[in-house]
């Protein structure tokens, strides 16, 4: 069973630059296509950013900029680095693994899921 772990959310000042980690449990990690969702409460989740096994990012045009994604597959861990923090970006961020067949606009129903780590930016 696949098991995603994220560290690293919290209250944060606006301007501030958390770094969000993503734990794996899966040895093949490094052939995964993994990524970040978040979703406000009340609201779908949404698209922030992925990167595949070949290290090609995709980011979603709120977050150009101010967010990168990477990965250590020596750890089997993706981070989240957030900067220039707005009150928009509060959210619970998801870690996520996309299946193997499955496209990231069907991840709702086909990807595996962490937890989710609560960011709230605060004025």
């Known amino acids: 069973q696949v098991r995603l772990v994220e560290f690293g959310g919290g209250l944060v000042e606006v301007g501030g630059s958390p770094r969000l980690s993503c734990v794996a449990s899966?040895?093949?990690?490094?052939?995964?296509?993994m990524g970040w969702f978040s979703q406000v409460l009340g609201k779908e989740r949404e698209f922030v950013t992925t990167?595949?096994?070949?290290?090609?990012?995709n980011y979603a045009d709120s977050v150009v900029g101010r967010f990168t994604i990477s990965r250590d597959n020596a750890k089997n861990t993706i981070y989240l680095q957030m900067n220039s923090l707005k009150p928009d970006d509060t959210a619970i961020y998801y870690c996520?693994?996309?299946?193997?067949?499955?496209?990231?606009?069907?991840?709702?129903?086909?990807?595996?899921w962490g937890q989710g780590t609560q960011v709230t930016v605060s004025l």
């Open positions: 990167i595949s096994c070949v290290n090609e990012r």
């Open positions: 899966v040895s093949i990690f490094k052939i995964d296509d």
């Open positions: 996520v693994r996309k299946r193997f067949g499955f496209a990231w606009s069907e991840a709702a129903t086909s990807a595996y």
